[in-house]
């Protein structure tokens, strides 16, 4: 790539990605990337093993996460940045946010076995991960590695989705307590995909909430669809950010750098980060 080009949006091995860190740092190096933006479910582990990577690869590393929240129902994905890791509101908030994960997949995992799916057990299902972050991927790749199902959006749609039939809530925030939190942190909160999510007339009181950017730049997103979200960041005095949800072997519908963010973009987060930090 002839620019600086930047993925804000990779899981690692450390949530529900099947990457390392390390891995990560290659893979974007080797697109040609200049920065990524390490976001894993609720936990920062991966972000230190990711930054002394890059130290020897030429690459950036931002410190990132991303929070699950919930309104009426509807599963609302806020992405943290350039927060402070040492102690700060979030990183002790997130220490319980892995918790309730943990009880979270232990009922999943009893409830799969009233519905007649037995030998799952929940230290396999955490030995997918590198933290205590686990999630319904790691729990989905399970039961497929012993055929209880034939895919991973199989066992999404029969038992693990939003409403299927061993699906249980994650960390209930509403998405204004998710912002309002990397906001105390000194961070940057984005919201992840709004493509996905469908949910634009939420933006308004989000940005109200505190809200900082749009993730516009998406994988297997037309054009069309990212330059709409472009537009309705700058109506909105937003933000513009990108990447490709990468989870490694996990998603195989995106890989890193398959969506990227223009380097300028990059640099006006990385401003207001730090005009932040001297207030």
Do not use: W
Request: hydrophobic letters at 40%; charged letters at 25%.
């Amino acid at each position: 790539m002839s620019d600086r080009y930047a993925d804000l949006h990779i899981h690692t091995c450390f949530s529900d990605g099947s990457d390392t860190p390390e891995e990560v740092v290659r893979r974007a190096a080797q697109a040609g990337l200049s920065a990524v933006g390490i976001t894993d479910h609720d936990t920062v582990d991966g972000v230190a093993p990711a930054m002394r990577e890059a130290a020897s690869a030429g690459i950036e590393v931002l410190a990132g996460v991303e929070l699950s929240s919930d309104y009426h129902g509807k599963d609302i994905h806020i992405l943290g940045y350039l927060f402070d890791l040492n102690d700060s509101p979030l990183v002790k908030k997130l220490r319980e946010m892995r918790q309730v994960r943990v009880d979270r997949m232990k009922k999943m995992v009893a409830r799969l076995a009233e519905l007649g799916v037995r030998g799952v057990t929940f230290e396999e299902v955490a030995g997918l991960t590198r933290s205590d972050a686990v999630g319904r991927l790691h729990l989905a790749q399970i039961l497929v590695a012993k055929k209880a199902v034939p895919s991973l959006e199989a066992a999404f749609e029969r038992y693990l989705g939003e409403g299927a039939a061993a699906y249980f809530p994650k960390y209930l925030q509403t998405p204004f307590e998710a912002i309002r939190l990397i906001r105390e942190s000194g961070g940057i909160a984005v919201l992840a995909h709004p493509m996905l999510t469908q949910r634009d007339e939420l933006i308004p009181a989000f940005v109200k909430a505190g809200l900082d950017g749009l993730e516009a730049y998406y994988p297997n997103c037309s054009m069309a669809v990212a330059n709409f979200y472009v537009g309705l960041a700058q109506k909105h005095g937003l933000l513009v950010t990108g990447g490709s949800d990468s989870h490694g072997k996990g998603k195989t519908s995106t890989y890193i750098g398959k969506a990227f963010l223009p380097g300028v973009h990059l640099e006006k987060m990385k401003a207001l980060a730090a005009q932040r930090r001297t207030v």
